[in-house]
């Protein structure tokens, strides 16, 4: 989707501010909206979409709405930096925001000291970003660390040694798979690592990296595809009967709505998988809500990324409110006080660390499973990961 069609979209409710004197609060969201992995963009925007549209309903924000402004970064770190800069420069947002690419955020941040302008991230998982320590760079959502430590906790319970990891080619897949091996080693020392197959990022033929798996034949396989990767190799594993073979196969991302919908009856039984919000938990008044004011407003269940970029969006609400002000030393400190902002999400409590900006949460697991109920496969046996079990020391300092 064009980026002038979502400024278009939101132009009628700048006019009507501007006509009343009022200006609107700016907020600039990058996100995936063609190619492989457009859906993590479609869902996200949505998300946004839903948290702006709920926040002006309410009357804004200091008395004044926010609009939103939606921009294809494609995932590329150099169209990331060029849109970003022309947000803000030619549209003069107040905020950046968003971002599903690890390369695309990091390549962004720098921006944030070079314009003082405040980077609220919803999606982007790698920890690089807020162990830089950049004083306008906020996450809201758990990092791929957090992930690749809860999936470790599991792991070292499974009655398995020989592991293996699949992993995009890139920061993401490479940190994740460092992080969830150390920390797995960590708690069960004998276990032993047999094969790394590092696809391209946006492959399309994992016949070559599937079969040197089943040849080093691991009891365990860790994987980070995500997205069409993980559909595309879902279904050509599949087909060589990988998952027949590996007893256990574990993937922090494997739960997104953006694999299983695609994957529909064709997604494996039995996947350890993870998606950092699942709609059918909590079992809350507050998630619930949610879930129908999300399939009321775009005709579909929200996937993860969908409530991360809602609740970020309302916690930079929350952070605007508390700083009575859009400017980003304000920010900073409304983000940081009392001890780091906290936001009752759907998905349950979100507290941001004051020294790193990084969001911690409880984390759900689950093995996948057919149901009459939804054309996707769904998680059971779940596994909620406390949030203080995958807190990690920082370096930075405020």
Not at 109 to 114: G, K, R, S
Not at 128 to 148: G, H, K
């Amino acid at each position: 989707m064009k980026s002038w069609r979502w400024i278009l979209a939101f132009g009628l409710l700048a006019g009507l501010v501007l006509a009343q004197g009022q200006q609107p609060i700016k907020i600039g969201a990058l996100f995936i909206l063609s190619g492989n992995f457009a859906g993590y963009g479609k869902s996200g925007s949505q998300g946004a979409q839903l948290a702006v549209e709920e926040i002006n309903a309410r009357g804004g924000v200091l008395g004044r709405p926010l609009q939103l402004l939606v921009v294809d970064d494609q995932g590329n770190p150099e169209v990331g930096v060029r849109e970003a800069r022309r947000l803000v420069l030619q549209e003069k947002v107040d905020f950046l925001f968003g971002i599903d690419s690890s390369s695309v955020a990091l390549a962004v941040a720098p921006l944030t000291d070079e314009y003082k302008i405040p980077l609220v991230v919803t999606h982007a998982a790698t920890p690089t970003l807020t162990e830089q320590c950049r004083p306008y760079v906020f996450r809201t959502s758990n990092n791929a660390r957090m992930d690749a430590w809860a999936a470790a906790a599991l792991a070292a319970t499974l009655p398995v040694k020989r592991w293996a990891n699949i992993g995009p080619d890139y920061e993401f897949g490479r940190v994740s798979w460092q992080d969830f091996i150390a920390r797995l080693r960590q708690l069960r020392p004998d276990v032993e690592v047999v094969s790394e197959q590092w696809p391209r990022f946006g492959s399309t033929d994992y016949a070559s990296f599937i079969t040197a798996l089943m040849r080093a034949r691991p009891e365990g396989v860790f994987s980070t595809l995500w997205a069409g990767d993980m559909v595309i190799f879902a279904r050509q594993a599949k087909a060589f009967g990988f998952f027949n073979q590996v007893r256990y196969f574990v993937n922090p991302v494997g739960a997104a709505l953006e694999v299983l919908a695609p994957l529909g009856k064709e997604t494996p039984e039995g996947l350890l998988v993870s998606a950092r919000y699942w709609f059918l938990y909590p079992n809350t008044e507050r998630n619930r809500a949610f879930v129908e004011a999300y399939r009321k407003r775009f005709g579909e269940y929200p996937s993860y990324n969908a409530q991360e970029a809602y609740a970020g969006m309302q916690m930079l609400a929350l952070a605007i409110q508390k700083a009575r002000s859009t400017q980003a030393e304000a920010i900073r400190k409304a983000f940081e006080a009392d001890g780091g902002l906290v936001y009752e999400a759907p998905e349950g409590r979100k507290r941001m660390r004051p020294e790193d900006h990084q969001v911690f949460e409880s984390l759900v697991w689950g093995y996948t499973k057919h149901s009459p109920e939804y054309p996707f496969a769904i998680l059971e046996r779940m596994r909620i990961v406390p949030a203080s079990d995958t807190v990690y020391p920082t370096q930075c300092k405020r």
